[in-house]
């Protein structure tokens, strides 16, 4: 097992230029050299039942990652990982011709030299079919999301009428309500 060592804390600190700890990796800690410093949760102990604890010891980097996503602060604006997704299966789109030729290449090298292993198969248009449908899952819940703070035009056309009457019952000037009505149909909901 590689341990990934870093020359200093890293963690995010608004008050300080750069944005960042610069306290040595581990510092204050049993782990000194890797990880988060003391003042910055590297010695509290994780409360867990015990499965994530194992491993943030055994895989340091990992637990520095799910600390950094922990930190987001718009952890459910799936909008870069959409963005990211969908650059991943352009690129592999774009590539798919050439990755296939370079395999089918290095397969031909295994035909000259017999009972050399072979790779089993040529990269597979599956994996884009799988990408797509990642794709569609994101989009689906980011949908969802932006349903949450949305009004059914049912309710929005119940709540211009009920406007409607509250500014009838105060306005008694006819030519006003006449005004007011008619540059309320040039609204435009979009």
């Not at 602060?73 to 050439?98: F, H, K, S």
């Amino acid at each position: 097992m590689t341990v990934h060592r870093r020359s200093t804390c890293g963690a995010h600190v608004k008050s300080r230029p750069g944005g960042r700890c610069e306290q040595r990796a581990g510092w204050g800690t049993d782990h000194v050299g890797v990880g988060r410093c003391k003042l910055h949760g590297g010695a509290t102990p994780i409360k867990s039942d015990g499965r994530c604890s194992e491993i943030y010891k055994q895989l340091p980097r990992l637990g520095e990652r799910i600390a950094q996503f922990l930190e987001d602060p718009e952890p459910l604006n799936l909008m870069r990982d959409l963005a990211t997704l969908r650059a991943l299966l352009t690129d592999y789109i774009e590539r798919y011709e050439e990755f296939t030729d370079a395999l089918i290449a290095w397969h031909e090298t295994f035909r000259e030299e017999e009972g050399s292993p072979k790779p089993a198969r040529v990269l597979d248009i599956a994996s884009a079919r799988k990408m797509v449908v990642d794709i569609a899952r994101v989009v689906a819940i980011i949908e969802k999301q932006q349903e949450r703070g949305a009004i059914t035009m049912e309710t929005f056309n119940r709540v211009v009428s009920q406007m409607g009457v509250t500014v009838a019952n105060h306005v008694k000037d006819e030519a006003t309500l006449r005004k007011i009505e008619a540059e309320w149909a040039e609204i435009r909901v979009a």
